[in-house]
């Protein structure tokens, strides 16, 4: 769910009106809520911003306890923490989301979306179809937000495809569709996780790492690589979301401040990912020391090929055809109304 500013401040306003307006019951309800976001990072503070202000909404009645730097495991282990009822929900960096919400799923196929604001399009018109799909497992959801398009960070610059596909690149272990893309494509694809990308790439295991500027930062991968070549090849897309379980033992009125809360967080974290992704592009990456590579447009024609053809092995397996079907049509009414250029 992604709401627009003037939605959001109507949000809030209903929330903060349902508490005054109403009596507030004197239980005070925890959510136990987990991320894999690194506490100190710029995604662990927009979630303390949450914090706070679900804590203000419902005049501390509702309290949320996060466990960062995934203590509580890999988002899968979250996932299963909350089945055993040990968590309330997550703050996903996309793969838990893409076991509640399937079609989210699409968001890994490379070279799909142009832009943050194609990708955002598409998100918002599925909308209906991931909250469907988070309730039929028995989640709400809260927000949905883009985290930031995937960059090729490396030990070496890599101008064409040829050097693309012979260096080692770490990829998420828990990216089933990043990783099988890459395959694909040619691409020397190495699974691994959060925790181990920064240590295998000093001891010369892998050669660089497929992320997204966020979490190039976070985890510190930014500063070890020398060079960047910005081919954006698929997008990642967080969710917000806890059990219905744990939602609807809120009170109303403070189901409607969690709401309000999470949009808010949703906001800050799209301004978050947009200016990083602006800052971290444009200068700060070069100012750690990493090059940004040129993209010359025969590289981009090769890999935009390539991407083609991955998606096509790649739909009706763990993407339905129907989907993508259904977003590529999207794209092109998205193209044809902001003038924007069709997919390569």
Known sequence: MNLHRSSLVVLVAAALTMLTGAAIADETYTLRLATVAPDGSPLA?????????VESFTAGHVRAKWYFNGVAGDEMEELR?????????????????????????????????????????????????????????????????????????SRTPVRTMEELRRIRLWRWDLDDEGVATSRYMGMHAVPMSLTDAGPAYDAGKVDGFVAIPLAAVSFQWSARAHYLTDLRTSYIWGCFVVTEKSFNRLPA????????????????????????????????????????????GS??????????????????????????????????????????????
């Open 81 to 153: 923490r909350v089945g055993r009822d040990q968590l309330d929900g997550a703050a996903s960096g996309q793969m838990f989301c893409n076991q509640v919400m399937p079609s989210m799923r699409v968001t890994r196929l490379p070279g799909l979306f142009q832009s943050r604001d194609e990708a955002q399009d598409v998100i918002n018109r599925l909308s209906t179809t991931l909250q469907k799909e988070a309730h039929e497992h028995g989640y709400v959801l809260l927000t949905s937000v883009g985290l930031g398009p995937d960059m090729v960070l």
């Open 253 to 296: 009125n403070y189901q409607q401040a969690v709401r309000a809360a999470a949009a808010r967080a949703g906001e800050v974290f799209e301004e978050i990912g947009k200016r990083n992704d602006e800052q971290l592009l444009g200068t700060l990456f070069a100012k750690q020391g990493a090059a940004s590579v040129p993209v010359t």
């Open 45 to 53: 503070n927009g979630l303390k911003r949450f914090t706070g202000d």
């Open 299 to 344: 590289f981009r024609a090769e890999f935009m090929a390539a991407a083609r053809d991955a998606r096509d092995k790649l739909a009706g397996k763990s993407v339905p055809r129907e989907l993508v079907d259904r977003v590529m049509q999207m794209l092109a009414d998205y193209r044809l109304e902001h003038g924007s250029k069709r997919a390569d």
